[in-house]
């Protein structure tokens, strides 16, 4: 395997191969080890990362941030109303500029029909690595540490495992599809059975679909789509329910919220639980409607390992990082 990845973007999982993804693990364990040691890992000296959010955050920007400063770097925590963007700078304009002052630029933004157009526009005119914070199709860095994360969990022994990803309700806004979309890219190509389940209305990208079977055939794995959250959670080893909006159906917010009423009962709490695998864990990217997406119970019980999972985005970013940013001249 070709090992360098200095320059690389990091836009979606699927532009990178199996073996690069297990390379970023890889060293994703050696600096969670240097960091529950206290031994400094300073691989980023003196560089400078760019952080451009179009919307709030709380694990991303932090993760980010504190990652930036423990590599021995500095990274910039910049939202519209800081930039010419408010005022229509061109993103070609953005990207060379920045170029020019770091070392990396990273981009949140979620906008339907526009992030990933967005963030693939400063890429191709950045002279430095462009990392996906999220966007409106894929969120790649939430779907590494989950995998780092279930990796852990199952000693490395993912196949035959039962991965679901399923819909739940929420009352907060109308969330968008990435986080499903790039887990069901990537946990297919990683030798689990993967199950999508979701009302009728909440079908994901169809070109997504076709890429997570095509996956699926290649690894010899199986994928599922289904309707009923019962079905999806018998047997499941690892279950993820989480909220995203009707986007395939409606873009129209009032309509996506009207049409989630009608399945309030998707939660997971306890008695679905109790249909999954005995060794079973419950996943969420956070922040979690509790009380909606998932009771008190499930999140705070025994088979949750979602603060394990939003500790190892802070593993796996640093490693694209320093992959990426860093790495042999």
Known sequence: MHSLLRGKHFITTQEWTREELEMVLDVAWDLKKLFALGVPHRYLQDKTLFMMFFEQSTRTRN??????????????????????????????????????????????????????????????????????????????????????????????????????????????????????????????????????????????????LKQAEENARQAGVKFEVVHDMDAAFEGAHVVYPKSWGALMTTQDKDESMAIAKKYTDWICDERRMKLTATDSIYMHCLPAD??????????????????????????????????CMGGRP
């Open 63 to 208: 993760s980010f941030e504190a990652g930036m400063t423990q590599l021995g770097g500095h990274a910039h925590d910049l939202t519209p109303d800081k930039l010419q963007i408010s005022h229509g700078e061109a993103a070609k304009d953005t990207a060379m500029v920045l170029s020019r002052y770091g070392h990396g630029i990273a981009i949140r933004n979620c906008f339907f029909g526009i992030g990933n157009k967005y963030i693939r526009e400063v890429a191709k005119w950045s002279s430095v690595p462009v990392f996906n914070m999220q966007c409106d199709i894929y969120h790649p860095c939430q779907a590494l540490g989950d995998l780092m994360t279930i990796k852990e969990k199952f000693s490395n022994e993912l196949r035959g495992r039962k991965f679901v990803i399923s819909w739940a309700y929420a009352p907060s806004y109308m969330k968008p599809m990435s986080v499903p979309q790039s887990l069901i890219l990537l946990m297919t190509r990683f030798g689990m059975d993967v199950t999508l389940a979701h009302p009728p209305e909440f079908k994901l990208m169809p070109e997504i």
């Open 290 to 323: 509790r009380g909606y997406e998932v009771t008190d119970e499930v999140i705070d019980g025994p088979h949750s390992v979602v603060f394990d999972e939003a500790e190892n985005r802070l593993h796996v970013e640093k490693a694209l990082l320093a992959l």
